[in-house]
């Protein structure tokens, strides 16, 4: 079954934690994202990765880090930098060309800080 | 900068009527445009993606139209259901193209959707 699966579904942070998201998938897709969802509100683009070993900076970097070192794993770490962290974070991926670029997303992770 | 905007923010309508969902978008050079839905709590499913060449584009009970020149799209859905009540989002890739692969998208605010029974 191909997709695209993050965890935990649930996550608590107390003051001064860094928290890792996972995001795996199995489509064999080049590109991942990360995103922040607020209530109410669009997607926040926070990191993406366009090969291994890559990735840059989106929108709203500040306070957190990720890796690529396997194309089908692109964790998030929320780290204590990160002043406002409870959000509703989703991972997803895109094949390569950039004309036909569908992104594909996880369930997603709800973060909240006690 | 690309600024996507989705107006209303909620819409409510008895099930059977036709829905018409707006997203306006600021740069009208884009690429593609895509529309996603998500439920309470969810990930976002993707509906369509409609090309910059292609006005129109059709999946079962849902049209997505294309106006390039005004900064529009409109995703039709037709004879509407309860299990269509979701929030629908749209949202258009990021100028110039990333180099290697993928691309950045902008995201609407989205429209919340209840269809009544």
């Known amino acids: 079954d191909g997709g695209i699966t993050q965890s935990p579904k649930y996550l608590f942070r107390k003051e001064g934690q860094n928290v890792t998201l996972s995001c795996e998938q199995n489509l064999n897709h080049d590109a991942m994202y990360w995103y922040r969802q607020d209530p109410g509100q669009g997607l926040r683009l926070i990191y993406y990765?366009?090969?291994?070993?890559?990735?840059q900076k989106g929108d709203i970097a500040e306070g957190y880090s990720v890796s690529r070192e396997k194309k089908e794993s692109f964790p998030l770490t929320v780290t204590s930098a990160q002043k406002n962290p409870t959000a509703f974070y989703l991972c997803?991926?895109?094949?390569?060309?950039?004309?036909?670029?569908?992104?594909?997303f996880g369930p997603g992770t709800r973060l909240t800080v006690l | 900068k690309q600024e996507v905007t989705q107006i209303p923010a909620a819409l409510s309508v008895p099930e059977g009527e036709n829905l018409v969902l707006n997203c306006s978008f600021t740069?009208?050079?884009?690429?593609?445009l895509q529309w996603f839905r998500q439920d309470p709590g969810k990930g976002l499913t993707s509906l369509l993606l409609?090309?910059?060449?292609?006005r129109e584009q059709t999946s079962g009970r849902l049209n997505a139209s294309l106006d390039k020149s005004s900064g529009r799209s409109t995703l039709y859905i037709a004879a509407s259901q309860p299990g269509d009540s979701a929030t629908y989002l749209c949202?258009?890739?990021?100028?110039?193209?990333?180099?290697?692969?993928?691309?950045?998208?902008?995201f609407g605010g989205g429209t919340r959707v209840l269809v009544k029974p």
């Open positions: 949202a258009v890739p990021s100028r110039p193209p990333l180099k290697a692969a993928g691309n950045k998208l902008t």
């Open positions: 740069d009208s050079a884009i690429y593609n």
């Open positions: 997803a991926s895109s094949m390569g060309s950039w004309s036909e670029n569908r992104q594909f």
């Open positions: 409609i090309q910059s060449s292609q």
């Open positions: 990765s366009q090969i291994v070993n890559d990735f």
